[in-house]
């Protein structure tokens, strides 16, 4: 089996199954054993759902800086299949919103985009990640050209957006927003120092 | 003295919710055999220190709605108790062996009888009542709680407030060894809340220290917490070990750590909107993953003990 045959048919499959588990969990939570959910099933789903899709958010940032400081060249490959998943469980976290939470009442639901700042910028995540996920196939990303990395660049902007959109809505305890700050800038930061590095390196050359 | 954990509190001791939910029928019972023959009140109340013993000579009181509480469970693993972890089932994790007795309640400021009372005494001279009330909070969720407690009015009288008394100011126990969440200046420790002397004086308030007739838990605020039904539950302190009688406003924890979302008054408001909820629905515990939520009440549906009292407010911006 060559490289590309054990990316493919091995650790693609297994990453995508792990990124599963976490859906697969609450899933069977829910159904077989809600009471797991404790006494407001509705905020835990949206809680999990949230988590989870800060953390893929954060993994598929961080995939370019360790691929970089690793020497690990494959792990690009990995990069879009992690970022779907963050598209997924976004997805996940809004649709409990939307119909669970909200009940699908449109007066409530535009009411909450307009008035309350933490849902507006999420909503603006959201629909940045839905862009990027429908286009994110090989055939429609070669023909949009440079358009394409215009648009996916935005997820540098998604990834502050999801924190802002939690950091808002805590109350008065900001560990752990702060704690997915902290990740985001230092992801956010590598890419900076990167950049100013490259100018200079082709100074040095001339 | 043997004192147990609610772990060690075994299931059959605790009234089953059916049987609970079926007392009205045994009390009608009761009261026909009795051909009308029950006293009225007049007991003195006395509570026992282990949490979920069970509460006697309680009294029931019409202000209780009909509605069907929540379950006990529910009531006692979502909680906001953030001296206990500002996670909803960290009070119920991190409060089990939180220390109700020795407790004393200590009363000072603008009134005749101050001073400190230990819990029992400070309690004794009133009658317990069980108010079945609906619980609002700020973050848009609903319960409803069977308390027991003693009215607050009857003891602000009780404790003889002097005519410069127009606030009544409460402080929650900021002890960093049993709390683990004062630890960390989340909010600006001790707990504070203060109603006006009017509102505290007004019929609904309730010092609670029983839930579903039985000893109040420590997560829910043991052994003495405020229940004022028509506010957001933040002003509902828990854990209460200072009452003092102020002339000027006292200063209230949220509103200090958020002035702008967080008012002195704080009524159930669903025309008042917060800045990160909507007040005009709520989701009522309990009622199901798909249940839809249900429109929230001014003043929590008890506008008609309490619309007079803020007759001349403007609402909007006294929030």
């Given at each position: 089996?060559?490289?590309?045959?054990?990316?493919?048919?091995?650790?693609?499959?297994?990453?995508?199954?792990?990124?599963?588990?976490?859906?697969?969990?609450?899933?069977?939570?829910?159904?077989?054993?809600?009471?797991?959910?404790?006494?407001?099933?509705?905020?835990?789903?949206?809680?999990?759902?949230?988590?989870?899709?800060?953390?893929?958010?954060?993994?598929?940032?961080?995939?370019?800086?360790?691929?970089?400081?690793?020497?690990?060249?494959s792990l690009a490959r990995f990069r879009r299949m992690i970022g779907l998943f963050a598209f997924f469980y976004v997805l996940m976290h809004f649709l409990t919103w939307l119909v669970l939470d909200q009940g699908l009442?449109?007066?409530?639901?535009?009411?909450?985009?307009a008035k309350r700042p933490f849902i507006t910028i999420g909503i603006v995540a959201f629909v940045l990640l839905l862009a990027m996920a429908a286009t994110s196939f090989t055939r429609l990303r070669q023909r949009m050209g440079r358009a394409w990395q215009t648009l996916h660049n935005s997820v540098y902007l998604v990834g502050v957006l999801g924190v802002w959109h939690y950091w808002w809505q805590v109350r008065a305890d900001f560990a752990e927003p702060l704690l997915y700050a902290?990740?985001?800038?230092?992801?956010?930061?590598?890419?900076?120092?990167?950049q100013l590095r490259k100018p200079a390196r082709r100074v040095a050359r001339a | 003295m043997l004192i147990r954990k609610p772990t060690d509190i075994r299931p059959s001791e605790i009234t089953s919710e059916e049987n609970y939910l079926n007392r009205r029928a045994f009390m009608k019972a009761?009261?026909?055999?009795?051909?009308?023959?029950?006293?009225?009140?007049?007991?003195?109340?006395?509570?026992?220190?282990?949490?979920?013993?069970?509460?006697?000579?309680?009294?029931?009181?019409?202000?209780s709605t009909d509605e069907e509480p929540n379950s006990y469970e529910d009531i006692t693993t979502y909680n906001n108790f953030y001296e206990f972890g500002t996670g909803k089932a960290d009070p119920y994790r991190n409060a089990e062996d939180f220390r109700t007795r020795p407790w004393t309640i200590t009363v000072d400021g603008e009134a005749e009888k101050t001073g400190t009372f230990d819990f029992d005494d400070f309690i004794k001279p009133f009658d317990l009542e069980e108010r079945i009330y609906r619980l609002?909070?700020?973050e848009a969720w609903s319960m409803v709680v069977p308390w027991v407690g003693i009215s607050l009015a009857d003891v602000i009288k009780y404790l003889q407030p002097t005519s410069k008394a127009r606030y009544v100011a409460f402080e929650t126990l900021n002890d960093p060894a049993q709390m683990p969440g004062v630890r960390r200046r989340i909010l600006d420790w001790p707990y504070r809340e203060g109603l006006t002397i009017e509102e505290a004086t007004n019929e609904l308030p309730i010092l609670a220290v029983g839930l579903y007739g039985k000893v109040i838990p420590n997560q829910n605020g043991a052994p003495i917490r405020l229940v004022v039904p028509w506010k957001y539950g933040f002003k509902s302190i828990k854990s209460i070990v200072r009452i003092r009688f102020t002339e000027r406003q006292p200063q209230t924890s949220?509103?200090?750590?958020?002035?702008?979302?967080?008012?002195?008054?704080?009524?159930?408001?669903p025309d008042v909107s917060h800045p990160r909820w909507s007040q005009a629905r709520e989701r009522r515990i309990g009622a199901g993953l798909f249940a839809d939520k249900l429109p929230t009440q001014m003043f929590n549906g008890y506008g008609e003990q309490v619309a007079h009292l803020y007759k001349d407010l403007d609402l909007r911006r006294n929030y």
């Amino acid at each position: 089996m060559t490289k590309t045959q054990k990316i493919r048919w091995i650790a693609k499959p297994l990453v995508f199954v792990t990124g599963l588990l976490p859906a697969i969990w609450i899933a069977a939570l829910t159904v077989l054993q809600p009471s797991a959910l404790g006494a407001n099933p509705v905020e835990a789903l949206l809680d999990h759902f949230g988590i989870w899709a800060m953390w893929f958010m954060l993994i598929a940032l961080a995939v370019t800086p360790v691929r970089k400081l690793l020497g690990w060249p494959s792990l690009a490959r990995f990069r879009r299949m992690i970022g779907l998943f963050a598209f997924f469980y976004v997805l996940m976290h809004f649709l409990t919103w939307l119909v669970l939470d909200q009940g699908l009442a449109l007066g409530p639901i535009l009411e909450d985009i307009a008035k309350r700042p933490f849902i507006t910028i999420g909503i603006v995540a959201f629909v940045l990640l839905l862009a990027m996920a429908a286009t994110s196939f090989t055939r429609l990303r070669q023909r949009m050209g440079r358009a394409w990395q215009t648009l996916h660049n935005s997820v540098y902007l998604v990834g502050v957006l999801g924190v802002w959109h939690y950091w808002w809505q805590v109350r008065a305890d900001f560990a752990e927003p702060l704690l997915y700050a902290v990740i985001l800038t230092a992801l956010l930061g590598y890419r900076v120092a990167d950049q100013l590095r490259k100018p200079a390196r082709r100074v040095a050359r001339a | 003295m043997l004192i147990r954990k609610p772990t060690d509190i075994r299931p059959s001791e605790i009234t089953s919710e059916e049987n609970y939910l079926n007392r009205r029928a045994f009390m009608k019972a009761g009261l026909i055999a009795g051909s009308g023959l029950v006293a009225p009140s007049a007991m003195s109340a006395v509570v026992p220190e282990t949490q979920g013993a069970d509460l006697t000579d309680v009294s029931k009181s019409p202000f209780s709605t009909d509605e069907e509480p929540n379950s006990y469970e529910d009531i006692t693993t979502y909680n906001n108790f953030y001296e206990f972890g500002t996670g909803k089932a960290d009070p119920y994790r991190n409060a089990e062996d939180f220390r109700t007795r020795p407790w004393t309640i200590t009363v000072d400021g603008e009134a005749e009888k101050t001073g400190t009372f230990d819990f029992d005494d400070f309690i004794k001279p009133f009658d317990l009542e069980e108010r079945i009330y609906r619980l609002r909070c700020v973050e848009a969720w609903s319960m409803v709680v069977p308390w027991v407690g003693i009215s607050l009015a009857d003891v602000i009288k009780y404790l003889q407030p002097t005519s410069k008394a127009r606030y009544v100011a409460f402080e929650t126990l900021n002890d960093p060894a049993q709390m683990p969440g004062v630890r960390r200046r989340i909010l600006d420790w001790p707990y504070r809340e203060g109603l006006t002397i009017e509102e505290a004086t007004n019929e609904l308030p309730i010092l609670a220290v029983g839930l579903y007739g039985k000893v109040i838990p420590n997560q829910n605020g043991a052994p003495i917490r405020l229940v004022v039904p028509w506010k957001y539950g933040f002003k509902s302190i828990k854990s209460i070990v200072r009452i003092r009688f102020t002339e000027r406003q006292p200063q209230t924890s949220w509103n200090l750590s958020a002035p702008h979302e967080y008012g002195f008054y704080a009524n159930v408001n669903p025309d008042v909107s917060h800045p990160r909820w909507s007040q005009a629905r709520e989701r009522r515990i309990g009622a199901g993953l798909f249940a839809d939520k249900l429109p929230t009440q001014m003043f929590n549906g008890y506008g008609e003990q309490v619309a007079h009292l803020y007759k001349d407010l403007d609402l909007r911006r006294n929030y």
